[in-house]
């Protein structure tokens, strides 16, 4: 997720990272600053040949970079990177919900700032500032056992980036694992994971049919 | 974790046989034996657990883990993680629960431990969020063992590969 | 809009993350493609009609589509890339969690090349195994676990029927019968399901 723009003509190594790919095709709102004969076909909602000079558009994060690079258009950051944003991340960036502003906020912010938006270094400087103030959340969150409060545990999940949700899910497991080396579970040889999961699947959809059977 | 643990039964103990065995046993660790009953014998750990479940010794409990309430006030009274005894302490201890009835509670010297660790941790992130350049130095950590730092290790590191690829993103951004 | 085909691709990918591997996308994949395909064409075309245009400013333009439609032609390769590259990753952990023949229901998912793939993967894997320990070979996909106990005592999930020990004697793993067996020749067993470790 590293700034794009940085490593020139190689081919960068999450080339194949879906987070990074979803993050991309994310919308834009984009403003021409100069009009481009034939290029009509990128707005599908209006019928004509070119784009004028101020059109307003919304366009995929991977297509603006192409034209931004051109400086055809301008990019409006958009909310949840904006000042107003900035602002309320700035005095308390756990409460914010990350997952309904991304789900991918730093990958996207992270773009944003490689295509040189406006404000950038303030956007960047808001993502740095931003994951530092919840990461001693989240590691409080993952590392500690709560299982008294699987509520609270449950809205905070729904809060995270999903990189952020990664993090935790990893800090969790490390937890999972010591506690079970504790109780000495974790010695028992088990199932694999995909044998488990395939087993699950059968039995469910077994019991599915049959129910449809005896339905009908 | 298992791996530890794995590592940790490479420890030597000593133990009291109960059987007799004049021949010496030629291990990749090394060579133990004879074994004669009564008399005091080092071996590895793994393989004194394995004859104390066939009732053929008796292990001698380690002098650190007779002292142990001595250590835990130690750590009770310390800001830094103190010298532990063995590198494996929390592993060997673990596996001697199972076989000595009469271990003292050391649950809080466990706790106090992790949450020195888990502040200093907390420390690193922010001194990373202070530091004005990429690069980071003096991050040191004292009188850790790795048992313990597994329910750290994996989160950090990729805690800390997300928080550099952000700064690494605003240095850019200011160039 | 150009690459939102290629999108539901990935998307696609999301959605299965619990399941060991999903259907085949072969006609969203032909799709994207043939998008590909016209998207090149439209640039072919521009390119050759361009040494006809003299303004520098519509040249410009003309730059500017060409990229366009270009880096939408990147977008939908890396995105085709993404999913095959993916699923063969998925496809890799099945080899290790099954073993080299796969259940029929998910074997139904895969495309014919990905069948190839993983026929060769299978016997790279096994060719790289056979040649460990000086050639007498070592199961990699045992003892991902340190040792701490040489036998173990197992409950039979299902009817699984004889099982030769290496000692020459057999077990018969009935449903919910129990047995006292060395790991290292049920371990397998386990994994894939069959049998349950009991813990004593």
């Known amino acids: ?216 | 974790m298992d791996w530890c643990e794995f590592i940790a039964e490479e420890e030597i103990v000593e133990i009291i046989p109960n059987f007799k065995y004049d021949k010496q046993l030629n291990l990749i660790s090394g060579d133990f034996g004879p074994f004669l009953p009564s008399v005091p014998v080092k071996v590895p750990l793994w393989l004194a657990l394995n004859l104390q479940r066939q009732h053929k010794c008796t292990i001698v409990v380690p002098q650190w883990i007779q002292e142990l309430q001595r250590l835990q006030e130690a750590q009770e009274n310390s800001d830094t993680l103190i010298e532990m005894p063995s590198e494996c302490w929390r592993e060997i201890m673990h596996l001697f629960r199972e076989q000595c009835k009469s271990m003292p509670n050391y649950s809080s010297l466990i706790e106090k431990r992790e949450s020195i660790l888990k502040s200093s941790v907390h420390a690193l992130f922010r001194h990373a969020f202070e530091s004005k350049s990429l690069f980071l130095t003096d991050v040191t950590l004292h009188n850790v063992s790795r048992g313990e730092l597994q329910l750290l290790k994996s989160f950090v590191q990729k805690s800390f590969a997300q928080f550099q690829a952000l700064r690494n993103v605003y240095v850019y951004s200011k160039q | 809009m150009f690459g939102e085909k290629a999108i539901e691709l990935i998307k696609d990918l999301i959605r299965s993350k619990n399941e060991p591997l999903p259907p085949y996308k072969a006609s969203e994949v032909r799709e994207v493609i043939d998008e590909m395909n016209a998207l090149f064409e439209m640039n072919q075309k521009d390119v050759q009609s361009q040494s006809q245009t003299q303004e520098v400013e519509s040249q410009q333009d003309l730059f500017t589509v060409i990229q366009v439609r270009h880096s939408a032609l990147l977008w939908n390769k890396r995105c085709l890339i993404a999913y095959h590259y993916q699923r063969l990753m998925r496809l890799k952990q099945l080899r290790w969690e099954f073993g080299g023949v796969l259940p029929t229901d998910i074997r139904n998912n895969l495309n014919d090349h990905e069948v190839v793939w993983f026929n060769s993967y299978c016997s790279n894997l096994a060719t790289y195994m056979s040649r460990l320990n000086d050639g007498r070979g070592i199961d990699l996909t045992l003892h991902m676990k340190a040792p701490k106990r040489l036998y173990v005592q197992v409950r039979c999930l299902l009817d699984y029927g004889d099982y030769e020990l290496e000692d020459g004697t057999t077990a018969v793993l009935s449903k919910d019968s129990t047995h006292y067996l060395p790991l290292q020749q049920c371990e397998k067993l386990i994994h894939q399901g069959i049998l349950e470790q009991i813990l004593t």
């Open chain 1, 1 to 216: 997720m590293a700034a794009s723009g940085a490593n020139g003509g190689r081919v960068p190594s999450d080339f194949a990272a879906i987070d990074d790919i979803v993050a991309l095709s994310k919308k834009v709102s984009c403003r021409f600053v100069k009009s481009v004969a034939r290029l009509g076909f990128i707005d599908q909602s209006a019928d004509c040949e070119h784009v004028a000079e101020g059109t307003q558009l919304e366009l995929p994060l991977w297509m603006a970079k192409t034209l931004a690079a051109r400086g055809l258009i301008t990019v409006d950051p958009p909310k949840g990177y904006n000042q107003i944003y900035r602002e309320i991340l700035d005095a308390d960036a756990s409460v914010v919900d990350l997952h309904k502003l991304g789900p991918h906020f730093y990958a996207f912010g992270g773009h944003l700032v490689a295509m040189n938006a406006p404000e950038g270094e303030e956007i960047a400087k808001s993502l740095v500032h931003t994951f530092h103030q919840r990461l001693h959340k989240i590691m409080d969150f993952s590392l500690n056992a709560s299982e008294d409060t699987p509520f609270e545990l449950h809205a905070f999940k729904n809060n995270l980036d999903s990189c952020e949700l990664e993090l935790f899910e990893e800090g969790s497991n490390c937890l999972k694992d010591v506690k079970k080396w504790e109780h000495r579970t974790l010695d028992q040889i088990c199932a694999n994971d995909m044998v488990v999961s395939l087993k699950k699947r059968k039995r469910a959809m077994m019991a599915c049919s049959e129910r449809m059977a005896t339905d009908s």
